[in-house]
């Protein structure tokens, strides 16, 4: 977990308004990106946004909002700056040199990008070797082509955002040495993938629902209550980042429930490709739970994003039900906005997994296609005795 004893570091954020992402979209980023921010007790103090009909190539923003953006981390002496876009390693180092100049190393304002604090809330989450593994692959696949300037950053900090992992190694720590770490780190992960590999296939008689969803829709606290598991739940982004596996047995129909990491806009593809293992389960599942935030004003982009990332891993075609959690938060407001979407998806559910609303529905809705997999697999099982978990 993140050390909250230190001081908490403070941020600006910055994003474009551009010709393929309107106002309000920007808006819904940067509040995620806020989000994101806060889950490392990270202190946003202001946002900046510019209209650009793309990205400036040298420096993200234009002159005129850097001079601004300058003016105000120098004023307020601002810890870092975080933009919601990746940045390329030439913005990087512009965007230093006119942050820091000839500052000290220790006392330069960090530059963070979308993805390297996505990567960092992933290296603060991950408890597993596997986990572990993977998001280190993906620090150092990311540091890699920013290696010239980034990298003697990143080595001359003592800790904090952005640094934890590979940002701690030795200035002297060269190209070379980081590709060959990247070979070993893929080899170790290969290993680790093949026990997957074994443990999956004992399971392959064994009917597997996966729970899926954005991040911080309650999938783990749903988890929880369909296992009767002590499974970690936070309202923080990424709470989950190890996938779970629980045995449980629906009227005698025993099947493996996993939940896995949520998904998230612009999740670095680097991720995507680390945690290729991790998703693997939910590429052999036979049935998702795709868990949605019926709260959320956002809701049904979510559920696209989702849905998108699922066809990215192979996992687009599954039988799914779509789970609207938190039904308890909702306005009169999204309230209007479901009876216009609703009926736009089929197998659908709206419970709330905290106020335990509709739990026993979801368990038929469960059960009833669990079942159907299961007696197709065991057509024999209803003359054998079963003894229920």
């Known amino acids: ?40 007790d990270i202190k946003v103090l202001k946002t900046f946004t510019q209209r650009l009909p793309r990205p400036h190539g040298s420096t ?60 960092d809330i992933f290296a603060h989450r991950a408890q597993t070797t596997q986990a572990r593994t993977q998001v280190e692959l993906a620090q150092y696949q990311y540091l890699l082509p920013r290696l010239t300037r980034m990298w003697s950053h990143l080595s001359k900090q003592k800790g904090g955002i952005g640094m934890r992992g590979p940002g701690e190694k030795e200035l002297e720590t060269d190209r070379r040495i980081i590709k060959d770490k990247i070979n070993i780190l893929r080899d170790k992960l290969e290993k680790i993938d093949q026990q997957g590999v074994t443990r999956r296939k004992a399971r392959e ?52 429930l996993t939940d896995t990491v949520g998904f998230i806009r612009k999740l670095p ?35 696209d994003v989702v849905n998108e990332t699922l066809q990215e891993i192979g996992a687009g075609d599954k039988t799914t039900i779509i789970v609207f959690n938190k039904a308890d938060l909702i306005t009169s407001e999204l309230e209007e906005t479901w009876q216009t979407k609703a009926y736009n998806y089929q197998d659908t559910i709206r419970i709330s997994a905290l ?10 809705m469960i059960y009833s296609l669990a079942s159907e997999k299961f007696y197709a697999i065991f057509p024999n099982f209803l003359a054998q005795p079963i003894v229920e978990e």
């Open 60 to 119: 993200f923003v234009g002159k005129g909002k850097l001079e601004e953006i300058v003016a105000y981390v120098r004023t307020h002496e601002v810890d870092m700056l975080i933009f919601d876009d990746d940045l390329q390693p030439s913005q990087v180092r512009n965007l230093e040199k006119e942050l820091n100049g000839e500052k000290e190393e220790n006392a330069k304002v960090k530059i963070l990008d979308r993805s390297l604090l996505i990567l």
């Open 269 to 303: 593809t680097l991720l995507i490709e680390s945690f290729k293992s991790t998703l693997a389960e939910i590429v052999e599942a036979d049935i998702l739970l795709h868990v949605a935030d019926l709260s959320s004003p956002h809701c049904y982009e979510q559920i």
């Open 1 to 40: 977990m993140h050390n909250t004893s230190a001081k908490a570091e403070t941020a600006v954020l910055v994003a474009l308004i551009t010709d393929a992402q309107d106002e309000p979209t920007t808006q819904v980023y940067l509040d995620e990106l806020a989000f994101l921010a806060s889950t490392l």
């Open 205 to 256: 008689r064994m009917v597997r629902v996966a729970l899926v969803g954005y991040t911080n829709v309650g999938k783990s606290t749903l988890m929880r209550l369909l296992s009767k598991a002590d499974v970690f739940a936070e309202n923080k982004l990424f709470a989950t980042v190890d996938s779970t596996v629980r045995k449980v047995v629906l009227n005698q129909v025993p099947f493996l």
């Open 355 to 364: 106020q335990k609303q509709n739990i026993d529905q979801l368990r038929q």
